[in-house]
């Protein structure tokens, strides 16, 4: 399409009408897919209630763009998991990111199970939880803030102001705190068995990520006097 | 003290049969219950064809005797450690070898097995349950956990004062007499295990002819020095012994391959690489895995583990040995170890499942079976984050 534009630029025809032939040709930014193309449905239940309810049908003519090569239909697979994985990752090195948090869930197991066999009695071990994706998800659960404090400049002054989170944000910070706590270890201690710990102790509602969580509501509930400058 | 323990559960058994109960709920019901991937029978003595894909327990006091100083591979003791228990499959090339082992003419030269197959397969764990099973029918057992170590990863070299041009590696002989020692304990405090000739360490230090075999065993330890020496002297004393027919050996190598790869990792002081024929211990398990002596069964692997990452191409044999190992092995029984079949799935994903380490879900066995290719190993891997 570009090189079309540009020859049509070098004969002089249509300079001015470029924007309009854009328009025309639809060109998404840098995708290989024009604007119109929808997202796979990948997941195999998503797709049978698709099935059920006939809404397939209209979307069957649609063009549909290909799945990308982390979208399985594996039911082993996760959105969040695969956020997380995203969030660990650095330099795009996705396999590395994988392999930490499938190695850390790993570590969350091998703990469990530790405790789970030194309990006594069977009361006591029907109350350790084993499945680490549930783990994972109590864990960022009770690591999302509801409020946070944004610098807001009223008189020349700098208030820090508390502010309502949106929910998509408290799973970011509360994902970013606790990677950011899995980080902050000794040289010898291995990535994947700080992250299993801060994860178990997140989803007993202990530990420094919980704290950090809760340093920021005690900082926003003290400067609740400012919270009026968000408005006015 | 194991006579006196069967004799203790004999009698317990009597007295538990004698006892009448009055009512039907008196009489204690079974506490456990029946499950398919768990064998009835601990014992290795009475594993048969039946009991193939069951998951057998190896008691703490074996896996000390036995296992103390190595032959269990590193990921099992992990996984081990987090089942709280020592399981291992009952796998149908086990039991093959150990039919053989039952029925074998002991008058007739040794019989070599090589067991052989890709990464992870289950050798070394197979060889392991092999292991347990010459402990229990009283066979002297000369293990090898992992020849690797020696060639790929040796520990501290020196040149041989008694050989000349030869290597000795000092403390990793010293830590096999060590496991020697441990895993045959009940066998070498008997008295029958002599030697047949005078030995002479130095001008002070001697052994004469009638010793125990036991007190070589004790000097090479003590005297790091003679370590590889008198490996090479207990390979040749056991050999006679069996000759006579004091004892029963089983001759266990794990990676027996690394013997006669000449890329090694041991280096001379001038930094040259040294030929594993070139090293003092080799000898001695070399000679212990010709068939001229009988009373007496070699198991070896061969595995691609022991060898450099680029030479891993083939996991078959007569690559992995070349001509020159092949020829010296010739002729064995040869064992291929499969991956898992779909009964031994099956009881692992159970076994797994039972354990509480993977949670299950819808299709769980058939995806993990496609991702793992029923492989050992692979199955896991695969397995650890679920």
């Known amino acids: 399409m570009a090189t079309i534009k540009t020859l049509f630029n070098k004969c002089q025809i249509l300079k001015s ?37 006939g809404e397939d049908q209209n979307l069957k003519h649609i063009p549909t763009r290909a799945a990308l090569n982390n979208q399985t239909c594996s039911t082993a697979h996760d959105d969040l998991v695969n956020l997380f994985v995203n969030y660990v990752m650095k330099d795009g090195l996705k396999p590395l990111a994988r392999d930490l948090v499938a190695q850390s869930f790993e570590s969350v197991k091998r703990l469990q199970l530790e405790k789970y066999h030194k309990c ?20 960022i659960n009770n690591c999302k803030p509801i409020l946070h404090l944004t610098p807001i400049k009223r008189g020349g002054v700098r208030y820090q102001v508390p502010v309502p989170l949106t929910d998509k944000k408290s799973e970011f910070l509360s994902m970013k705190w606790l990677i950011a706590a899995a980080k902050e270890k000794d040289s010898t201690v291995r990535f994947h068995l700080q992250l299993a710990r801060e994860l178990i102790d997140a989803a007993n509602n ?22 009026h400058y968000r408005w006015s | 003290m194991l006579k006196t323990a069967l004799v203790f559960v004999s009698k317990r058994k009597l007295s538990f049969s004698k006892v009448k109960y009055l009512s039907p709920t008196a009489n204690p019901q ?7 991937f768990r064998s009835v029978e601990h014992d290795p003595l009475k594993h048969t064809y039946n009991h193939v894909g069951q998951f057998y327990n190896i008691s703490k006091e074996d896996r000390n005797h036995l296992f103390n100083y190595g032959g269990l591979p590193k990921t099992y003791l992990t996984q081990a450690k987090t089942f709280n228990e020592t399981c291992v499959m009952i796998r149908q090339p086990t039991i093959d070898v150990i039919e053989c082992l039952k029925n074998i003419d002991y008058a007739k030269p040794a019989v070599r097995f090589v067991i052989y197959g890709k990464k992870g397969s289950g050798k070394s764990l197979s060889m392991a349950h092999i292991l347990h099973y010459a402990n ?12 690797g170590n020696w060639m790929r990863r040796c520990q501290e070299v020196s040149n041989s004062d008694t050989k000349e041009g030869f290597i000795n590696l000092n403390v990793d002989a010293a830590a096999w007499l060590l496991h020697f020692k441990t895993q045959n304990s009940h066998l ?21 002819k009638g010793s125990p075999l036991l007190d070589i065993v004790n000097h090479g330890i003590n005297r790091i020095k003679f370590a590889s020496d008198c490996v090479v002297i207990i390979a040749d004393e056991i050999k006679k012994l069996s000759n006579s027919g004091v004892c029963k050996t089983l001759v266990a190598i794990d990676g027996f391959n690394a013997f006669f790869y000449p890329n090694t990792r041991v280096f001379t002081e001038k930094k040259e690489k040294v030929h594993p024929h070139k090293v003092v211990i080799t000898e001695a398990f070399l000679n212990l895995t010709k068939n001229d002596w009988k009373n007496s069964a070699v198991i070896v692997t061969v595995d691609e583990i022991a060898v450099a990452e680029e030479d891993q191409i083939s996991h078959m044999p007569r690559y992995l040995l070349g001509k020159e190992g092949f020829e010296h092995l010739d002729p064995f029984v040869p064992i291929p170890m499969e991956n898992y079949n779909q009964k031994e799935f099956k009881s692992v994903m159970d076994y797994y499942r039972d354990r509480r380490w993977i949670t299950p879900y819808p299709g769980q066995d058939e995806e993990v079976s496609a991702l793992s290719a029923n492989n050992p190993y692979n199955l896991i891997k695969v397995c650890a984050p679920l």
């Open chain 1, 17 to 53: 009408k470029t924007p309009l032939l854009s328009t025309f040709i639809q060109q998404n930014g840098m995708s290989q897919y024009p604007t119109y193309y929808i997202n796979p449905i990948y997941k195999k239940d998503a797709l049978e209630a698709l099935i059920k309810s």
């Open chain 1, 120 to 139: 006594q009695s069977e009361e006591e071990k029907a109350k350790i939880e084993l499945n680490p994706k549930t783990i994972f998800y109590t864990a």
């Open chain 1, 206 to 227: 202990t530990g420094r990520v919980i704290k950090r969580k809760q340093d920021l509501h005690r900082q926003c509930e003290a400067n609740r006097a400012y919270a």
């Open chain 2, 30 to 36: 079974p506490q456990e219950k029946i499950q398919s």
């Open chain 2, 136 to 147: 229990r029918s009283n066979f002297l057992v000369v293990h090898v956990p992992w020849v």
């Open chain 2, 188 to 208: 070498l405090e008997k008295e029958d295990l002599k030697i047949a000739q005078d030995y002479v360490w130095s001008k002070r230090e001697k052994t004469e």
